[in-house]
């Protein structure tokens, strides 16, 4: 009997997370595909909204600018279709506040008319409004946002305003310091208050990476990139910036590599996991602790071979890396300071969906659960580990576990009672 009610356990799991497979090939496999774009997209406005995925406008084939608004469900894996924007446009920046998108400039034909126009969508009600226009027409510029206000960087001539803020309160646009290198098709991301401008160009990429602070509206030189590169994109995971495939220098060959940029050690690497398609003009956004590629362009400046493909991956490490004295990037301390087994502890664990799950364990139990953890982090081990909920249990079971998948585990605490 005992036998029949862990295998039962063991299947509810499975039956509560209908991901658990592809979970465990994420683990192994590094990017994963995804359910693809119901239509071929570049250069689109790519946000989140939750645990959602928003792509709007954007070049279909042919380099023709769309108004489409599609919306991918992470949990469900599914893409569903929305109010379509007032008009056609691709190359548009954007930028998320609360629960409404606004989307900035852009191009609104096959030719070269850009758009100074700015028009919101409320995820709640599925409606669009247009707002107050930008200051000047925008293509291919860049916007992120901090508390109520949105920061747009474009490329203008060097003379004039290129970067502009939107008070989403008062509805005002102002100027801001331009960033030093007047390029387009560059990425941004936010880390602690300050704004990254990255990679770029003019007529081919760029290596930089610039710091705005916006409370002194000051900018400020960082490392340069790996490669030199433009026409990319970035989403921020756990205070690192990864930036995504894009133009390699002035060439029209896509990359297929993802840098790491950490503005805590101002230092740039690359990680060993490509993406699987080479891409440029793609979306790239950050739910919890997976990264999606959306989209993009695999090959020339034209964009007239826009695709949809859709890749996900997971970051393992999920702790806070800024003491790396007492802190090994995941959440536990170093071996040198493992936890006696003697005594009882409160262990809990705290899922990427932010469900808390809270066990208590003697600490013999719970140094196998951190052992377990390290081993998994490192590479070895099995995906998932068994804990056993003894006075927990609840029902006429002889025993009752529970099966931690490693993917889903957000963060832990270990609270250990006085002897």
Not at 48 to 60: D, L
Not at 385 to 409: A, R, T
Request: charged residues 20%; negative net charge.
């Amino acid at each position: 009997m005992k036998k029949v009610i862990l295998l039962f356990a063991f299947t509810l799991c499975a039956i509560m997370n209908p991901f658990y497979q592809a979970n465990a090939e994420a683990e192994e496999k590094g990017w994963v595909s995804q359910a693809d774009l119901p239509e071929p997209r570049s250069h689109a406005a790519t946000a989140v909204v939750g645990n959602k995925i928003y792509v709007i406008g954007g070049f279909g084939q042919n380099r023709v600018a769309t108004n489409t608004t599609f919306v991918y469900d992470s949990q469900k894996n599914t893409w569903s279709k929305k109010a379509d924007m007032p008009i056609n446009l691709a190359g548009s920046a954007v930028a998320v506040i609360k629960d409404k998108i606004y989307v900035m400039g852009g191009n609104n034909t096959s030719s070269t008319q850009d758009s100074s126009k700015l028009f919101i969508y409320d995820t709640t009600t599925d409606s669009w409004e247009e707002g107050v226009d930008v200051p000047k027409k925008s293509f291919l510029g860049t916007a992120v946002a901090i508390d109520n206000t949105i920061y747009l960087m474009t490329q203008q001539y060097t003379s004039v305003s290129r970067h502009f803020a939107y008070d989403t309160v008062s509805k005002t646009w102002t100027n801001k310091a331009n960033q030093p290198s007047n390029l387009r098709a560059a990425a941004s991301a936010v880390v602690d208050g300050k704004i990254y401008y990255i990679g770029g160009g003019a007529s081919s990429g760029e290596k930089n990476i610039y710091e705005y602070n916006p409370s002194k509206d000051s900018w400020e030189r960082k490392v340069d990139l790996v490669n030199f590169l433009w026409y990319t994109s970035a989403a921020v995971s756990n205070g690192k910036i990864y930036i995504i495939g894009g133009f390699l220098s002035a060439s029209t060959t896509t990359t297929n590599n993802v840098q790491v940029y950490d503005p805590a050690s101002n230092k740039v690497s690359t990680m060993e996991e490509k993406i699987q398609y080479a891409r440029a003009g793609a979306g790239t956004v950050s739910i919890n602790n997976e990264l999606y590629t959306v989209g993009g362009a695999p090959k020339s400046l034209t964009h007239s071979n826009a695709f949809s493909s859709v890749e996900k991956y997971t970051i393992k490490e999920t702790g806070n890396t800024s003491d790396p004295e007492t802190d090994d990037g995941n959440g536990t301390k170093p071996d040198d300071e493992t936890v006696s087994d003697d005594g009882e502890a409160l262990l809990v664990i705290t899922m990427v969906n932010g469900l808390q799950k809270e066990y208590q364990l003697s600490m013999i139990e719970v140094n196998g659960f951190l052992k377990w953890y390290k081993e998994h982090d490192a590479g070895e081990g099995p995906g998932f580990y068994v804990i056993d909920e003894h006075d927990n249990n609840k029902g006429p079971f002889e025993s009752k576990k529970d099966y931690v998948v490693f993917k889903n585990i957000l963060m832990y605490e270990v609270n250990k009672y006085k002897n």
